[in-house]
């Protein structure tokens, strides 16, 4: 289980009840830039094509942006999946300041603020996980 979030250009929209059903976001960056930003923020991450992976002593993040790429090369959206580390939060934030985009948080469909906000909704995330996993445990 993940803690999942999504990386676009939101504009300034203050909450998802803001965007009419036929909203399409710019891209974030062509495939080629995006690749070479990541690559730049996290040089000791393991990159693929369409993702990256970075480990930390309290975290896992990946950074998917393959099923966000149109024909043309133009990413949409960078998803993200996580377990969920604190840690993790300064390496969004960069990657969100360097591609002018924002982090929505999908646990509770706010945009992230990188400070208690969100850390709070990774440590609710871990609470819950933990408490499916063992119970999923006992019944077995």
């Not at 993940?2 to 998802?16: P, Q, V």
């Not at 830039?33 to 930390?56: I, K, N, W, Y």
């Not at 939060?89 to 509770?108: G, M, V």
Request: hydrophobic share 35%.
């Amino acid at each position: 289980m993940s803690w999942d979030a999504i990386i676009m250009r939101f504009g300034d929209a203050k909450s998802i009840d803001e965007f009419p059903p036929d909203f399409t976001p710019p891209p974030v960056a062509d495939s080629a830039t995006l690749q070479e930003t990541l690559r730049r923020l996290f040089p000791d991450a393991d990159h693929e094509d369409e993702r990256s992976f970075l480990v930390g002593d309290d975290y896992w993040l990946e950074f998917n942006h393959g099923c966000h790429t149109d024909e043309f090369g133009s990413v949409s959206a960078v998803g993200i999946r996580s377990n969920a580390g604190s840690g993790s939060i300064p390496h969004l934030k960069a990657l969100c300041d360097a591609l002018d985009a924002r982090l929505l948080d999908i646990q509770t469909s706010e945009f992230a603020d990188f400070s208690s906000d969100t850390e709070s909704s990774m440590h609710a995330f871990s609470e819950w996980r933990d408490r499916a996993l063992l119970q999923r445990r006992n019944q077995d």
